[in-house]
């Protein structure tokens, strides 16, 4: 079996870092938003809201794209 360099991209990803997910800009605003508001969680929460719906739309997408996939193949 050969050994992938470590330039080569993985064949998942969103699995890779968090920056390459389309949600990195839901992920930082949130970040910003606790550094705003020193930890505050309560003045972040549509921040959060909206970070989790990305990723919930992010999973289901790769969910859909599994299933063509045969795992033999």
Known sequence: MASRAAT???????AARISDSPCFPQY?????????????????????DVYKECKKKEREARLE????????S
Do not use: I, V
């Open 28 to 48: 930082t605003a949130s970040l910003k938003c606790l550094e705003e508001f020193s930890s505050d969680k309560s003045k972040c929460q549509e921040h959060f």
């Open 8 to 14: 080569d991209t993985p064949p998942y990803p969103s």
């Open 65 to 72: 794209r599994n299933k063509s996939r045969s795992f033999f």
